[in-house]
């Protein structure tokens, strides 16, 4: 029988919540001994343990067919490899959100990234760094360090660093300014499924859609209310991701409940703008599956 493997990461930013979004699309794994395959049990696919950097490369060389990896590394893959076989990205994960950005040292006099042009960057993405700043028409002398690129100005190898950030901590406690973001990123699943048999490409739809149920669901928020039956219209209009909410009369009452599945995320300022509207009794509860 076919079988599909997929690539996480072994251990570090990535890992917990991409073993949680193959379990959430109902995959559960016999643990090996050596922990880096783990045989699926309920579902033919089966998922191998790497470090991250590893997996876009595993997916061109047919290790396996899906892998989930930030944006940032399967982009400097491909622009390095120049490979005429192209990763798909088959569907962004919604975490592991960072940005590139370009840093400089804090007193440094510049405001703009055109300031760069001919300084030395040192970067751990040199292929996705000189892509974009050569999009935007700047050419600089890109050094590839593999860790600590944050320590590079300050030791004098560098004028300004290309690095992912996220809080922006690191780049504070070594004395750098964000200049500019370049990029961002976020882990996807990706697939080398071009020319997969026609029984893996059967299961891997399934899985897809098991993913776009699992992300609409995570994506999703069910609300329900109570509101004046006049408010309706308003109310509708003020419900995230809403077209069609359900109506119901109220048992001895010129109030109707209006429940909807939100599609966009639901902040307090729409609770307090349906509040506004009329509304009272206002629930959020999270949706767990859906299957459109
Ligand atoms: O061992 P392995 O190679 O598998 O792991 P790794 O150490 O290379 O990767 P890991 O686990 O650090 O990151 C995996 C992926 O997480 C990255 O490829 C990004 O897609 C994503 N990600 C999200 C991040 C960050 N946020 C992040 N903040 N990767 C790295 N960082 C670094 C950042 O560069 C800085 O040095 O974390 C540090 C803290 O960031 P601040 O801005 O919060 O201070
Ligand atoms: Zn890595």
Not at 67 to 72: A, D, F, L, S
Not at 159 to 174: C, E, K, P, Q
Request: some cysteine.
């Amino acid at each position: 029988m076919s079988r599909l493997r997929v690539a996480i990461q072994k251990s570090g930013r990535l890992s917990e919540k991409s073993l949680d979004i193959l379990k959430s699309c109902g995959l559960s794994f016999a643990r090996s001994k050596d922990k880096l395959f783990w045989y699926g049990r309920d579902f033919p696919v089966d998922v191998l343990l790497v470090r991250d950097d590893d997996i876009p490369r595993m997916l061109l060389d047919g290790v396996c067919e899906l892998g989930i990896v930030g944006e940032n590394i399967a982009r400097e893959v491909m622009l390095s490899r120049n490979s005429e076989t192209k990763l798909n990205c088959l569907r962004k994960l919604g975490f592991g959100h960072c940005r590139l950005s370009i840093a400089v040292p804090e007193d440094l006099e510049i405001t703009s990234i055109s300031d760069l042009e001919g300084t030395r960057i040192a970067t751990s993405y040199p292929a996705l760094t000189r892509h974009l700043l050569e999009k935007q028409g700047i050419s600089t002398e890109i050094t590839e360090l593999s860790g600590s690129v944050e320590i590079a100005p300050g030791l004098g190898t560098a004028d300004a660093i290309s690095d992912l950030v996220s809080t922006g901590t690191t780049l504070r406690a070594n004395h750098l300014r964000e200049l500019e973001e370049l990029y961002q990123s976020q882990a996807a699943l990706y697939g080398r499924v071009d020319d997969i048999s026609a029984t893996k490409q059967q299961l891997l739809d399934q899985l897809l859609a098991r993913l776009e149920g699992v992300m609409q669901a995570r994506e999703s928020k069910y609300v329900m209310l109570h509101a004046p039956r006049e408010a309706l219209e308003k109310i509708t209009e003020l419900l995230p991701g809403v077209e069609h909410p359900s109506v119901m009369p109220l048992e001895g009452s010129d109030r109707i409940a209006i429940h909807a599945v939100c599609g966009e995320a639901v902040f307090w300022e729409h609770l307090e703008a349906l509040k506004a509207a009329g509304a009272s009794a206002i629930l959020v509860l999270p949706v767990e599956k859906m299957l459109a």
